[in-house]
């Protein structure tokens, strides 16, 4: 999934996950420090930088008027994309994204859109001419393992401390962008039959197969997304669902207040 | 049975040690590898019915030249894999700017595998009366897992036709085959190499190749 | 997943648009072998979805230097054609098509033997002909079997199925209606045993109807490989094989 690892260095993680604890000693279900700053890009809408033990992620909202979707001509239109530059890691290369990049974007987007953490509706302005378009963009700063998680806190607190910028487009007075709801994105990943949260970029390495979970503030699910190329069982995912639940729930109550 | 259609995951035995080629082992039972034609004698052995040829150590290939460097002519076998023909293994001494007029590309030898090595680096070999350059007759192509069936068991075919053909016939491991003989006798050993190629999975092939030839015989005179 | 503005009623008297039951599969159809240059190839017809998958390889990789020294590598291309929708779809990759690629590309992955053909690829090519919800799922179908024609070694085949939510409902294998307008769609693919190697989710399900309609999909995934392997069987079966081995020592084959 990420560069090659040393056969060493695979070893001893390896090792340590038999003996139950993690390189960092962290216990197989916990989450590295996490801190989010809000409003950190004066011209953006709305922005929020996350940290998660050393991954750096940098999303910046940005809202303009725009034609709708012809099959759906009241509501506001979400669009958003990530971009893996080069300074995040010797492994990025310049260009368009790829699948890994595409991946990463559809997975925020579809914890945003699947909640309902966005009005759609009240972000039309004229129906079937003018709606609100809110662009989510996500900046990789530096990949240190978990980039989804990351940038779906990222895009989620960013959209918290979005203002709407109507007066800018005579529209009427800047507001905050209303939100329904919080959803968070929990990883985690699956090596040698052992189930691990939050994945750091050596963890991520040797992992067989990495699932993503989605929960909303009530603890429904609103999205999944497994990738790698290993296999899961069901009761994997079944104890992957109840933690990453409970992991989500975690996260919302101490970084997002309603 | 001891012969049936089996697909890929399908469980052959639950005694490993009659795992052969094709198979697999897994918690101490034997399953398919592949979409073929499992075979149950001592070993469970399952033939594809389609595939790529992959050099074996001691294969005897018809190549066909595609590239010249500076000590290696590389050489398609029809194979994902190309073989490389050092030139010190061929018959004499050659200079390397002779290289290209021994060897050109394009030009058809008939080689044998000599190594082949974890990364697929496959050697061959022209060092051997039985081998070198195909100078006359024609070249075919069938896919390589016919070539069992053309060749028959204890070679009880590739005799045959050679008999009644009255043709040098020299079948490549690689799906390859030479034809040498008069033109007439060329044309019919062709169709029947493809009679049998279409109809390898059937039984009654042997005597159905044998009366063919009989008829097409008959209509010649 | 969308809005049910169209007002539509899902079900009538328990069964759903389509006269299926919650539970039911749509009709499928599965032709092994259909396309002459290919190594291996399948066409699939699942509810309105006409999808074809070729394999080529496994093959020289070009560029040089993407090649694996030690396994093949696997790429699989989804696309598709741009009359198979109701709205013309532009030629070409989106990025909707690149994820497809991507997690089809790593449902089947783990059953294909790689190590067996060092410095390959084994490219899969699958083309939406025709779109009825569930395309990543037919292709994948398609894929599995035309591996196992072009003789790709695998530990088993994959089958994949999706299940939905549509009016509270959980419903296997959504239909066009049910995928726009329902509130969950969950696309999976397994091998007979239940391993899962696709798992996607959007929409809205709470923890239990989350389990529920995965072991709903992995019915559905064991229906579509009893179809898969009749199939390939079928295609040989009316010859009695006569096929002779001319090797004296089978290699044993690696203890996995």
Known sequence: MSSVLSEIRKDYLYNMILKGTRADGRYFDQYREISIERGVIAKAEGSARVKLGSSQVLVGIKMQPGEPFPDSPNRGVIITNAELVPLASPTFEPGPPNETGIELARVVDRGVRESKAVDLEALCITPGKQVWIIFIDVHILDDCGNLIDASSLGAIAALLSTKVPASKFGLGEDHPLPIRDLPIATTAIEFGDVVMFDPDSDEESIANSRLTVITTADGSICGLQKSGTGVLNPEKIHHIVDIAGENAKEIREKFLEV | MDRKVVIPGDLLSEEAKRSGEGTFVKDGKVYSLLYGLANFKDKINVIPLAGKYVPSSGDSVIGIVKDVTFSNWIIDVNSPYDGLLHVSEYPRRVESDEMSKILRIGASIMTRVKDVDSTMKVELTLNDRKLGVLKTGRVIEISHTRVPRLIGKGGSMISMLKRELNCNIFVGQNGRIWINGSADDMDLALKTILLIEKEAHTSGLTDRVIDYLKQEKRARS | ?256
Not at chain 3, 52 to 75: C, D, F, M, W
Not at chain 3, 79 to 89: D, T
Not at chain 3, 128 to 138: C, E, H, K, S, Y
Not at chain 3, 224 to 248: G, H, S
């Open chain 3, 1 to 256: 997943m969308g809005e049910n503005d169209a007002n539509i009623t899902f079900f009538k008297d328990g069964l759903r648009l389509d006269d299926r039951r919650a539970d039911e599969l749509r009709p499928l159809k599965i032709e092994v072998g259909v396309l002459a240059r290919a190594d291996g190839s399948c066409y699939i017809e699942m509810g309105g979805n006409k999808v074809i998958a070729a394999v080529y390889g496994p093959r020289e990789v070009h560029p040089r230097h993407l090649q694996e020294v030690t396994r093949a590598i696997v790429r699989y291309r989804y696309n598709m054609a741009s009359f198979s929708v109701e709205e013309r779809k532009r030629p070409g990759p989106d990025r909707r098509s690149y994820e497809l690629s991507k997690v089809s590309r790593e449902a089947l992955e783990p059953v294909i033997l790689t190590s067996y053909f060092p410095r390959s690829v084994i490219d899969v090519f699958v083309e939406v002909l025709q779109a009825d919800a569930g395309t990543r799922t037919a292709g994948i179908n398609a894929a599995s079997v035309a591996l196992a024609d072009a003789g790709i070694p695998m530990k088993n085949m994959i089958s994949s199925c999706a299940a939905g939510k549509v009016d509270g409902q959980l419903v296997l294998d959504p239909m066009k209606e049910e995928d726009n307008y329902g509130e969950a769609d969950m696309p999976i693919a397994m091998t007979p045993d239940g391993q899962i190697t696709l798992l996607q989710m959007d929409g809205h399900m709470t923890p239990e109807e989350l389990k529920t309609a995965l072991a709903m999909a992995m019915g559905g995934c064991r229906q579509v490989y009893e179809v898969q392997r009749k199939a390939l069987i079928d295609k040989y079966n009316q010859m009695e094989p006569e096929i002779i081995t001319d090797q004296e020592q089978p290699q044993e084959a690696e203890v996995l």
